[in-house]
C-alpha cells in the first residue's frame, strides 16, 4: 500500500521551532479519503497546538536519507600539543662533543635543541618572526638557563633561521611530537 507523508511545524516560543513528519496510506482509486493525523508531542501546549486540516500539508517527494558517516578524518583537527613564543639563542662550539642531557652526545651540526621542560626527543618546529625561515629540531638538552629565552638551537638550525649573526631571535615554537 502506497503512503502519503505529511509534513507540520509549530511555533514553540523564543525562536523555537517543532516539526514533525506524519505518514499516512494514500488513498486508493475508488475510496473515500480517510484523515490521519498523528497526535502531537505531548509537551507542546495546547495553545501552540495547530488545526491538522490547517497546518498538516502534503509532500511531493519522499524525505531524503542521509549518506552514512564515515570514520575518515577529512578536516584538520586542533592541535592539543603546545605552542610557545620568545626569544631563542644558539649554542654549539664550546658544546660540541660533550654529552647532553639526555645522554647523547652533543653535534652541532645535527637539528637538535635545548628545552627546559619538553621529553627528550620531542619534535618542534621553530619559526624565526623576523625573516619567517621555519626549521625542525629535536630536543635532546636542558636549557637554555638564561634569561628568558624559551628554546637553545644547536648551531646547525640557528644557520637553518638566519640566526647565527644575531645571536639571538624571537621565535614561534610548535610541538609536534611528544
Known amino acids: ?29 475508488g475510496q473515500p479519503e480517510k484523515e490521519v493525523v498523528q497526535p ?14 490547517a497546518e498538516l500539508l502534503p509532500i511531493a517527494a519522499p524525505v531524503p536519507t542521509l549518506p552514512p558517516l564515515t570514520t575518515s578524518v577529512t578536516a584538520p583537527t586542533p592541535s592539543l600539543l603546545p605552542t610557545f613564543q620568545g626569544l631563542a639563542s644558539w649554542y654549539g662550539p664550546g658544546f660540541h662533543g ?41 630536543i635532546t638538552d636542558r636549557g637554555p638557563f638564561v634569561g628568558d629565552r624559551v628554546i637553545d638551537l644547536s648551531q646547525a638550525a640557528a644557520r637553518d633561521l638566519g640566526m647565527i649573526e644575531a645571536g639571538v631571535v624571537r621565535v614561534r615554537a ?4 611528544r
Open 98 to 138: 660533550r654529552r647532553a642531557a639526555s645522554g647523547e652526545i652533543f653535534d652541532q651540526n645535527a637539528m637538535t635543541a635545548a628545552h627546559r621542560t619538553l621529553p627528550f626527543d620531542t619534535q618542534v618546529r621553530v619559526t624565526n618572526l623576523e625573516n619567517g625561515r621555519v626549521t625542525t629540531v629535536r
Open 174 to 177: 610548535e610541538v609536534l611530537t
Open 1 to 29: 500500500m502506497p503512503f502519503t507523508h505529511y509534513h507540520t511545524c509549530v511555533a514553540l516560543g523564543f525562536g523555537a521551532v517543532s516539526c514533525w513528519i506524519a505518514v499516512a496510506p494514500s488513498v486508493e482509486a
Open 40 to 53: 502531537l508531542p505531548a509537551a507542546i501546549p495546547a495553545r501552540l497546538r495547530p488545526e491538522p486540516s
